[in-house]
C-alpha cells in the first residue's frame, strides 16, 4: 500500500435507526486518529452502502445499527460486496450487539465488532492492525 | 445586610489564606478539588423573584404544591400499586411490536393480567419514517421497534380491546410519533367520530416534537420549515377541537442523549419550544389557548446530581418567563413544564461494564428527581445497555428502589428542599445564564428552524459529544468500571436475568409478510378513485401554506389512504430533509 495515502474509512447508518451519537463519535475519532473519514448519514440501504463505499474507494466500512436489525442488514451489505468484488473491504460494526449475535457477525465476515463503551482510539488500532 | 456582606468577605478571604491555601499547599494540589459557597455568592438573590412559591410563578420551587402522586402515595403503598403495569385510567406501559393484530392481542393479554393503562403505543420506524410496509427502505423493520401502522384499518385494530370501562375518552393515549404526527392524530380524531365520542373527550398525547428529530433523533422527513407547517396545523387543530388532548411532548431528552452539554439540552429546547410557541401564534391563536396543551419530556440526563437539580430548577423559570413576558401568557399553566419526570440520569450514563451498577446510578437520578419538583424514580431499569427488553428482576429493582426513596427516606416530603442554598442558587444562576445565552444566539440566527436548516445544532451536538468521549478516553472525566476500576482486583458482579418473552419472537418474524399482504389487499379493496381524488386535494393544499390540512389528512385517513401515500404528497410538494454534512 502506498505510505502517502490514508486509510479509508466510510462510516454509516444503515436502515431507519436514527441514532447517530456513535456514528458521529467514530467518524470524528478516526478522522482526528489521521483517517480519510466518510460519513453516509441515515437511511441508507445496505446497496447504497457498497456503492457509496467503491465509489469512495474505501478501505473500511463502519456501520453503526442500534435498532436491532444488524444480522440482516450486515449479511445484506456483505452479499452485496461480494458480488461486485469489493470484499476485500474491510468491515466493521458497532452498536447495541448482544455478545451471542457478535460471534454470528463474525461468522459472516465481519473483522470486529465494538459494542458500547468502546474507546475510539481502540478502533483505530484495530483497523491500523488489519490493514 | 451589606455590612453582613462586607464581614463574610472578609472571613472568607481569611480562611482562603490561613486554612485553605495551607491545605492546598499541604498536599501539593494547584487548586482545592471542593469548593465551599457562602451569602458572598448570591449577593443578588431576591427569593419572590426568582424562587417563588411552589406552584408560584417562576415556579423555580416546582409546578404545584404537590402533585397528583403525592397525594395518595401513602394510600398506594397500602393498596400496593403498581404504576409500571398502567392501572386502569392511567397511561399504559410503552409498548409495541408486530402487525397491528400482534399488538392488539399482547394488549387482551395484559388487560386479563389487570394491566389496564391507556395504549401508550411505539410505531416501527418504517411508520416513524412515513413509509408503508411494502417500501423497499422499510425492510426487515417493519414491527420491529414498535408496531407497523400503514392505514386506519391498523389503528382501529389496536384499540379493539379499549372499550366499556377502557373506552377511549377514559384512559390516555400515547403515541410516540413525530414526523407523521398528523395523520396519527387524524387517525385518533376519526376513531373518536366512528366511536361516537367528541372530540372534546379525547385525552392523552402525541409526541409531536419534530424538530428534536433533526438535532437528535432522526425520524424526520420534511424540511424544517415545511415540518413546522404541519406541526402549526395540528396546534391549531388540537386546540380548537380537542383541549384535553396535550399537543407535543417536547423533548430535551433525546438531545441530551445526543450528545448535547447541560446547556446546549437547555437552550435548544427551549428554542425549539419558542418556535412551537410561535406557530401556533401564527396559526392565529392566542397564547392562551393552545399553550396550556404543551407538555414535555424529561429534560436533562446525567449523573452530576447538583447540576441537575439546578437545572430543573433553571429550566422551569426560563420556560415560565418565556411564556409570560415574551408571549404575554395570563394563564399559568401556560407557563408550566409539565413533564412525566423531571431529573435522571440518562440512559446514556448507563455501562454495560458490571451492568448491575447501573441501579446506584438510577437512584442518584431518583434524588435528583425527588429533589427537583418530581416523582424520585429510578430510571432506567439497571440493565438498560444490555439491549431491548428490561428483565424482571430489574424492573422490580427500579421499582423498590423508587420506593424506598419516597417511603423509607422521605426524599419528596419536601418541596425544592435546596431552595436558599448559597450553592444551589448560585448554580442555578450559572445554568440559567448560560442556556440564556446560546438561546440569544439562536435567536440572532433567525430562532430554531434556522439554527437546525444550517446545521449548527447538529455539529454542535456532535462535537460535544466527541469532547465527552475523548474526555473519557483521556480520564477527564471519570466512570466507575469503564475507564478507572476496571483491573483484575475488580471482579463482575452478576444474578440470574429473566427477560419476559413480552413479545413473541415467532409473530415477530412474520410481522413484514402478513403486514404487507393487508396492505396489498387493503389498497385492491379500498375506493380508489376517492384515494385518488383525495390525494389531488390534499396536494392542492399542500401547497397553499395558509390552509390547515388536518381536516384533508382526516378525510384521507377516513378512506383508507395509507400513511405513505400522504407523506408522499407532502415529500413531492414539501421535498426531503437533507442530513446535515458533519465536516
Same mark, same amino acid.
Given at each position: ?61 463502519? *456501520? ?12 445484506? *451489505? ?27 457477525? @463474525? ?12 474507546? #475510539? ?11 | ?16 489564606? /490561613?486554612?485553605? +491555601?495551607?491545605?492546598?499547599?499541604? %498536599?501539593? $494540589? ?47 403503598? @397500602? ?90 375518552? @377514559? ?35 402525541? =409526541?409531536?416534537?419534530? $424538530? ?29 377541537? !380537542? ?26 429546547? !427551549? ?6 410557541? =410561535? ?5 392565529? $391563536? ?12 424529561? %429534560? ?49 450514563? /448507563? ?6 451498577? +447501573? ?39 427500579? *421499582? ?38 446560546? !438561546? ?39 466512570? #466507575?468500571?469503564?475507564?478507572? %476500576? ?51 386535494? $390534499? ?33 413531492? #410538494? ?8 458533519? %465536516?
Amino acid at each position: 500500500m502506498n505510505q502517502e495515502r490514508k486509510i479509508r474509512v466510510l462510516i454509516a447508518k444503515p436502515g431507519l435507526d436514527g441514532h447517530e451519537r456513535g456514528a458521529r463519535v467514530v467518524a470524528y475519532g478516526l478522522r482526528d486518529a489521521g483517517f480519510e473519514v466518510i460519513y453516509t448519514g441515515l437511511r441508507q440501504s445496505p446497496s447504497q452502502i457498497c456503492s457509496a463505499a467503491i465509489q469512495e474507494d474505501v478501505d473500511v466500512i463502519g *456501520l453503526s445499527i442500534l435498532s436491532g436489525a444488524h444480522l440482516s442488514l450486515t449479511n445484506k *451489505l456483505i452479499d452485496c460486496l461480494k458480488s461486485q468484488e469489493a470484499d476485500d473491504i474491510i468491515v466493521l460494526v458497532g452498536g447495541i450487539i448482544p455478545d451471542e449475535d457478535s460471534k454470528k457477525l @463474525k461468522e459472516m465476515g465481519v473483522a470486529g465488532v465494538f459494542t458500547a463503551g468502546t474507546p #475510539v482510539s481502540e478502533i483505530a488500532q484495530f483497523i491500523k492492525e488489519k490493514i | 445586610m451589606k455590612n453582613q456582606l462586607e464581614d463574610i468577605k472578609k472571613a472568607k478571604e481569611n480562611w482562603q489564606e /490561613t486554612i485553605l +491555601n495551607k491545605r492546598v499547599q499541604r %498536599f501539593n $494540589l494547584k487548586k482545592s478539588p471542593t469548593q465551599f459557597y457562602t451569602p458572598t455568592d448570591i449577593e443578588s438573590h431576591s427569593f419572590l423573584e426568582k424562587v417563588g412559591f411552589p406552584g408560584e410563578y417562576p415556579f423555580t420551587a416546582g409546578n404545584n404544591p404537590f402533585d397528583f402522586w403525592r397525594a395518595y402515595a401513602e394510600d398506594a403503598a @397500602k393498596m400496593g400499586y403498581r404504576p409500571d403495569w398502567g392501572g386502569a385510567g392511567g397511561v399504559g406501559k410503552y409498548g409495541g411490536f408486530g402487525t397491528a393484530e400482534d399488538y392488539r392481542d399482547y394488549l387482551k393479554r395484559m388487560h386479563a393480567m389487570n394491566r389496564k393503562g391507556g395504549p401508550n403505543i411505539a410505531f416501527d420506524l418504517a411508520t416513524q419514517c412515513g413509509l408503508d410496509s411494502d417500501s423497499e427502505m422499510a425492510e426487515g423493520e417493519i414491527g420491529r421497534v414498535g408496531v407497523a401502522i400503514d392505514s386506519f384499518q391498523d389503528f382501529q385494530t389496536i384499540y379493539e380491546p379499549y372499550t366499556g370501562d377502557l373506552e377511549i375518552d @377514559k384512559v390516555p393515549s400515547n403515541f410516540t410519533i413525530n414526523a407523521p404526527a398528523a395523520i396519527i392524530i387524524a387517525m385518533y380524531a376519526t376513531l373518536a367520530e366512528k366511536r361516537g365520542i367528541g372530540l372534546t373527550r379525547l385525552k392523552g398525547t402525541p =409526541q409531536n416534537d419534530i $424538530l428534536k428529530e433533526f438535532i437528535a433523533r432522526g425520524t424526520y422527513i420534511y424540511p424544517p420549515k415545511e415540518s413546522l407547517r404541519l406541526f402549526r396545523d395540528t396546534c391549531a387543530f388540537c386546540a380548537k377541537n !380537542m383541549p384535553k388532548l396535550n399537543i407535543n411532548s417536547i423533548g430535551g431528552y433525546h438531545i441530551r442523549e445526543a450528545g448535547a452539554t447541560r446547556e446546549q439540552d437547555l437552550a435548544f429546547s !427551549m428554542s425549539n419550544g419558542i418556535a412551537y410557541l =410561535q406557530a401556533g401564534i401564527d396559526a392565529g $391563536l392566542a397564547i392562551d389557548e393552545f399553550a396550556p396543551q404543551f407538555t414535555f419530556n424529561a %429534560f436533562g440526563g446525567s449523573m452530576q446530581i447538583y447540576h441537575e437539580i439546578a437545572f430543573q430548577r433553571a429550566a422551569r423559570r426560563i420556560w415560565a418567563r418565556t411564556v409570560k413576558e415574551r408571549f404575554c401568557a395570563k394563564n399559568k399553566r401556560s407557563m408550566l413544564i409539565r413533564q412525566p419526570i423531571t431529573a435522571h440520569i440518562g440512559c446514556i450514563s /448507563t455501562t454495560k461494564q458490571r451492568t448491575i451498577n +447501573n441501579l446506584p446510578r438510577a437512584v442518584i437520578g431518583g434524588i435528583a428527581a425527588g429533589m427537583s419538583g418530581g416523582i424520585p424514580g429510578a430510571f432506567p431499569p439497571f440493565d438498560e445497555p444490555l439491549g431491548l427488553g428490561h428483565s424482571l428482576e430489574a424492573v422490580q429493582l427500579q *421499582l423498590d428502589a423508587t420506593r424506598i426513596m419516597i417511603y423509607e427516606a422521605g426524599i419528596a416530603d419536601i418541596n425544592d428542599p435546596w431552595a436558599g442554598s448559597y450553592f444551589m442558587e448560585n448554580l442555578t444562576d450559572e445554568i440559567e445564564a448560560a442556556a440564556l445565552k446560546e !438561546m440569544d444566539k439562536i435567536e440572532k440566527m433567525g430562532g430554531a428552524i434556522h439554527a437546525i436548516e444550517s446545521g449548527y445544532m447538529t455539529r454542535a451536538i456532535a462535537k460535544s459529544a466527541y469532547e465527552r468521549q475523548k474526555r473519557i478516553e483521556n480520564q477527564e472525566d471519570l466512570v #466507575v468500571g469503564v475507564n478507572c %476500576f476496571d483491573s483484575e482486583n475488580e471482579i463482575d458482579v452478576t444474578i440470574n436475568r429473566i427477560v419476559e418473552d413480552t413479545y413473541d419472537p415467532k409473530l415477530m418474524e412474520t410481522a413484514e409478510a402478513r403486514q404487507k399482504e393487508k396492505l396489498e389487499k387493503l389498497k385492491r379493496t379500498r375506493d380508489n378513485t376517492t384515494v385518488l381524488s383525495l390525494l389531488n386535494t $390534499l396536494r392542492d393544499h399542500a401547497s397553499d401554506e395558509s390552509i390547515n390540512l388536518m381536516p384533508d389528512i382526516c378525510e384521507c385517513v377516513k378512506n383508507d389512504v395509507t400513511l405513505q401515500e400522504i407523506c408522499d404528497v407532502f415529500r413531492d #410538494v414539501f421535498g426531503e430533509a437533507q442530513p446535515v454534512k458533519l %465536516f
